[in-house]
């Protein structure tokens, strides 16, 4: 089989990740996607949306999805990898259904999904997998010619694949070289991810893997070995042995009286300059790109509480569209692809968790409350 056509059965891979507004006058429209259902008042989206108006509304996802994009574009052309690529978001422009209507229009049936979340968790996995299952529902509602045929499936979790953590590794490495050089080899790594609710990370990952439905589940397992890793290759890298690090968290957005996953990353610098910390690096480990969680929550709140402390801090970049990403995207297009013809494909995973599941199995990283017919797992029927 050529490369250009390595890919078979697939025709086409969607890029499909959040979304996120592109103006002053898109933000609460934005926020009323994301929290629709939810019974949320408008005056209290203005309130929630008060940290991308100090940006102009503009959340950077967006701008970053569309360098993903071509990057991804080019490696495949680099590689002779055939495979157009599309874009859509589950909530903003532009929107998955219309993603859907354009990968039909064109002619394709059998498409791989790349979500841009690397761990297993609900908000992360499944609601994706519930957003494809909504927009194919509709479009075959609709009779969209083609819709009746199409097939989505869903590419593994990428958290411990070396196109992921290698260049987290090496923007540690020079986030690190960004502080003052008498107090390098004394700072402390925090790597930080999304909160989450208790409840969500315990039932986090597939029924039978070791961590469900042990405190934290998959997504704080998966979280804690991607640390190790790094935190392992800079001590190497640095000689610095048994640098200092922990995994602590950022976002919250929940009723107060509902545990979430804690440490609080501004709460963590607060105790690290008890402690008597040189500096903290931060790692967001939990993160694709430099979205606007990472431009508000770190850049932003946490350097606001480092400066108040007088506790340097640096913080280490994301993958965004790193070409080494890029190229594992086209890796487990090609693992996938050659799965699906009936081969045993090397499925490269770093640490000791190993290589994610293909399908997602009945009941892997359920809602908080009920369940919604969710696409590309072992519960969805394409009929």
């Known amino acids: 089989m050529s490369d250009a056509h390595a890919h078979a059965p697939y025709d086409a891979l969607l890029l499909l990740s959040f979304g996120g507004p592109e103006g002053e006058d898109d933000v609460v429209p934005f926020l009323e996607n994301v929290t ?22 503009v959340s950077p996802i967006n701008a970053q999805n569309r360098e993903l994009l071509q990057a991804l574009r080019k490696d495949f052309a680099d590689h002779g990898l055939d495979l157009p690529v599309y874009w859509g978001n589950r909530n903003w422009a532009p929107y998955l259904p ?52 199409l097939r989505v499936d869903k590419l593994r979790l990428f958290y411990n694949h070396p196109g992921f953590v290698e260049p987290m590794i090496e923007s540690t490495l020079a986030a690190i070289d960004l502080l003052p050089a008498s107090i390098r080899s004394n700072a402390r790594l925090a790597f930080t991810t999304h909160s989450i609710p208790n409840t969500l990370a315990d039932s986090s990952g597939a029924p039978g893997d070791p961590a469900h439905g042990r405190p934290g589940g998959a997504y704080v397992a ?14 190497a890298a640095t000689g610095v042995a048994d640098r ?15 545990p979430w996953l804690e440490p609080d990353i501004c709460d963590h610098l607060e105790a690290q300059h008890a402690a008597g910390a040189a500096a903290v690096v931060m790692v967001p480990i939990g993160f694709v790109s430099d979205h606007m969680e990472v431009k508000y929550d770190l850049d932003t709140q946490a350097r606001e509480k480092a400066e108040e402390l007088g506790l340097p801090i640096a ?37 000791l968790l190993g290589a994610s599941h293909d399908v997602c199995p ?3 990283c359920p809602a908080a409350r009920g369940a919604s017919p969710a696409a590309a797992g072992a519960d969805w029927t394409d009929a």
């Open 362 to 364: 009945v009941g892997c």
């Open 222 to 235: 998966q979280h804690l070995e991607v640390a190790r890793l790094i935190a392992e290759a800079v001590s």
């Open 315 to 351: 913080r280490a970049a994301t993958v965004g569209a790193d070409p080494r990403f890029a190229a594992a995207v086209r890796e487990l297009v090609l693992e996938r692809s050659a799965t699906e013809r009936g081969e045993s494909p090397t499925r490269c995973a770093l640490g």
């Open 98 to 149: 219309d993603a859907l209507r354009e990968l039909l229009a064109d002619g394709h049936r059998r498409v791989l999904v790349l979500a841009t979340s690397a761990y297993a968790n609900y908000s992360g996995c499944r609601q994706y997998r519930e957003n494809l299952a909504a927009a194919l529902t509709v479009l075959r509602e609709e009779g969209v010619p083609g819709a009746a045929e």
């Open 36 to 57: 629709r259902g939810r019974g949320i008042p408008k005056e209290r989206l203005v309130e929630v949306g008060r940290h991308y108006f100090l940006f102009g509304g």
């Open 244 to 258: 200092p690090w922990e995994l602590v968290y950022q976002s919250r957005s929940g009723a107060p009286h509902t």
